[in-house]
T-cell receptor, first 110, second 110 residues
Framework: EAQVTQNPRYLITVTGKKLTVTCSQN?????MSWYRQDPGLGLRQIYY???????DKGDVPEGYKVSRKEKRNFPLILESPSPNQTSLYFC?????????FGPGTRLTVT | ELKVEQNPLFLSMQEGKNYTIYCNYS?????LYWYRQDPGKSLESLFV?????AVKQEGRLMASLDTKARLSTLHITAAVHDLSATYFC??????????FGAGTRLTVKP
């Protein structure tokens, strides 16, 4: 089944403790992206990647890092999480115009 | 800076009625998307509009795009309860840099 998976789905952590949210797709898509969703703000793009080793900043990249060492994986790294990064995070991938979203990761930083 | 504005943000309508959701954006774009999100779920792609005058229909939903006015509409015909969800428009900038509207939360009442 074609899908985008994210792990973990839920995470509660403390300020400053480094964490990684993984994203993997099995559709051989070149394009992958990370978004955060906050009430009243819609989705905001954090980073995107056009292919392996090619990443670029989206609308709200501050406080986040990404890497794209393999085509299927696009992890999101928070080196020193802060409470304002509490949010719902979505990974997405696409080839062409259709974008497929993962199930989401709800992150709480206390 | 690109702005994507949806209105209304909240919409309560009765079954059987028609209504339109509007999506205005502030810069040129070659692609406009409509997504649906159910509570606690991920985003589901509804439409991708690629050119001026494009119109797409699926069931009770019809989307259109006017690139000169920088306006897209999502028209709901004879609403049913199953259409209750949050609807997002999104605009694609160069290289898949995406900007989303804040979303329209639609509630269809019997």
């Amino acid at each position: 089944e074609a899908q985008v998976t994210q792990n973990p789905r839920y995470l509660i952590t403390v300020t400053g403790k480094k964490l990684t949210v993984t994203c993997s797709q099995n559709m051989n898509h070149e394009y992958m992206s990370w978004y955060r969703q906050d009430p009243g703000l819609g989705l905001r793009q954090i980073y995107y990647s056009m292919n392996v080793e090619v990443t670029d900043k989206g609308d709200v990249p501050e406080g986040y890092k990404v890497s794209r060492k393999e085509k299927r994986n696009f992890p999101l790294i928070l080196e020193s999480p802060s409470p304002n990064q509490t949010s719902l995070y979505f990974c997405a991938s696409s080839a062409g115009y259709e974008q497929y979203f993962g199930p989401g990761t709800r992150l709480t930083v206390t | 800076e690109l702005k994507v504005e949806q209105n209304p943000l909240f919409l309560s309508m009765q079954e059987g009625k028609n209504y339109t959701i509007y999506c205005n954006y502030s810069t040129t774009s070659d692609r406009l998307y409509w997504y649906r999100q159910d509570p606690g779920k991920s985003l589901e792609s509804l439409f991708v509009l690629l050119s001026n005058g494009a119109v797409k229909q699926e069931g009770r939903l019809m989307a259109s795009l006017d690139t000169k006015a920088r306006l897209s509409t999502l028209h709901i015909t004879a609403a049913v309860h199953d259409l209750s969800a949050t609807y997002f428009c999104a605009v694609n900038l160069n290289n898949n840099d995406m900007r989303f509207g804040a979303g329209t939360r639609l509630t269809v009442k019997p």
